[in-house]
C-alpha cells in the first residue's frame, strides 16, 4: 500500500489550529471558515487513517498520533516555506495580511489591491475588514501585517489628519430630541458625536445602530437621523456647519509589525500614497 500524500494546506491548517486551540480562533488566522477547517481535518484523518483531535472542554487537544503528526507538519512546513522563498523570493516569504476599516476598504481597496497585484503577481493577500481596535489587537496577536484604521490626533501612527463633520438633513435639527445614527460600539465617531452633544447640552436619541457602514450611509440619506463621519472618504449626505456643537479631528492611521517582507513594505507605501491623495468631497447644506 503507498503511503498517503499529506497536502501542504492541510498540514498548515493543522497546525494553525493546534496553536489557536479552537476552530473559532483559527478562522481568524487564516481567513477560512469552520465547516471548511472541519472537512480539512476530516480529510486529513481520513488520509494518515487515525483520530488527531480530541475534545476537551472548548479546546481541541492532540491524540497521540496528532503529537507526533504535529513535529513532522512542522518540519515540512518550514523546509516548503525555505525552499518557496529560495526559488520565488519576497513575493512568497508569506501571505501579506492587511486589515481595513470600512470606509478605507469601501474607498481605497479595489486601486490599491489592484496597484499591489501588478508589483507583486505572485503574491498572496488576505484582507480583514473589521473596526480599528479589533484590527491592531490583531495585529498585536501576530495575525495581521498591516493595519489601516482611525485614531485620534497626534496618533503616532499618523498618516493624515481630517476634522469631524456633522452630516445629515437639515431639516432634523428642528427636531426638539435630535435623530442619531451610529455604528455599533467600539466606534471613534459615535463616541465623538455622543460626547460633543453631551457637552453642549443637546437632547438626542440613536435611531439607528449598526454594524455596517453602508446600512449608515442608507439612512443618513434617507433622512431617518444625523451622524458624524469625515469627509475623507466621501459624504453620506450634505455636510451640516450649523447649529451643532464642535466635533474633534480624526486621524488616518497606518499601523505595521517590524520586519516586515517587500510585499508588505511595498502595500504599506500604496496604501499611505492612496491615504494622501485622497481629495475630500464636500456636499454642503443647501442654505434655509
Excluded at 86 to 111: I, K, N, W, Y
Excluded at 175 to 197: G, Q, T
Amino acid at each position: 500500500m503507498m503511503p498517503p500524500n499529506l497536502p501542504t494546506d492541510l498540514l498548515r491548517s493543522f497546525a494553525v489550529i493546534v496553536d489557536a486551540g479552537t476552530l473559532q480562533k483559527a478562522t481568524e488566522r487564516i481567513y477560512l471558515t469552520q465547516s471548511a477547517l472541519s472537512l480539512q481535518m476530516k480529510r486529513l484523518e481520513d488520509l494518515v487513517q487515525t483520530p488527531l483531535f480530541v475534545r476537551d472542554g472548548r479546546r481541541l487537544a492532540l491524540t497521540p498520533a496528532g503529537i507526533t503528526l504535529l513535529g513532522y507538519a512542522r518540519r515540512m512546513l518550514s523546509l516548503n516555506d525555505e525552499a518557496v522563498a529560495a526559488l520565488a523570493g519576497d513575493d512568497f516569504a508569506g501571505p501579506v495580511r492587511v486589515g481595513m476599516v470600512q470606509d478605507v476598504s469601501e474607498t481605497l481597496l479595489t486601486g490599491v489591491l489592484a496597484q499591489f497585484a501588478k508589483l507583486h503577481p505572485r503574491a498572496q493577500l488576505q484582507a480583514r475588514v473589521a473596526g480599528t481596535l479589533e484590527l491592531l489587537e490583531m495585529l498585536e496577536g501576530d495575525r495581521l501585517d498591516i493595519v489601516a484604521g482611525f485614531g485620534p490626533a497626534g496618533d503616532p501612527t499618523t498618516v493624515r489628519t481630517e476634522p469631524m463633520r456633522w452630516l445629515g438633513d437639515a431639516e432634523l435639527l428642528a427636531e426638539p430630541v435630535l435623530p442619531l445614527a451610529v455604528l455599533e460600539k467600539p466606534c471613534r465617531f459615535r463616541e465623538a458625536a455622543i460626547a460633543a452633544l453631551d457637552a453642549a447640552g443637546r437632547p438626542y436619541r440613536v435611531v439607528l445602530e449598526t454594524p455596517n457602514l453602508s446600512t449608515l450611509r442608507a439612512a443618513v440619506r434617507a433622512g431617518l437621523g444625523i451622524t458624524c463621519r469625515t469627509v475623507l472618504f466621501g459624504t453620506m449626505s450634505p455636510v451640516l456647519e450649523e447649529g451643532l456643537p464642535a466635533l474633534p479631528d480624526v486621524s488616518m492611521t497606518l499601523a505595521s509589525r517590524a520586519g516586515g517582507t517587500a510585499p508588505i513594505n511595498s502595500l504599506i507605501g500604496l496604501i499611505r500614497s492612496a491615504v494622501l491623495d485622497l481629495a475630500p468631497v464636500e456636499e454642503k447644506a443647501e442654505a434655509a
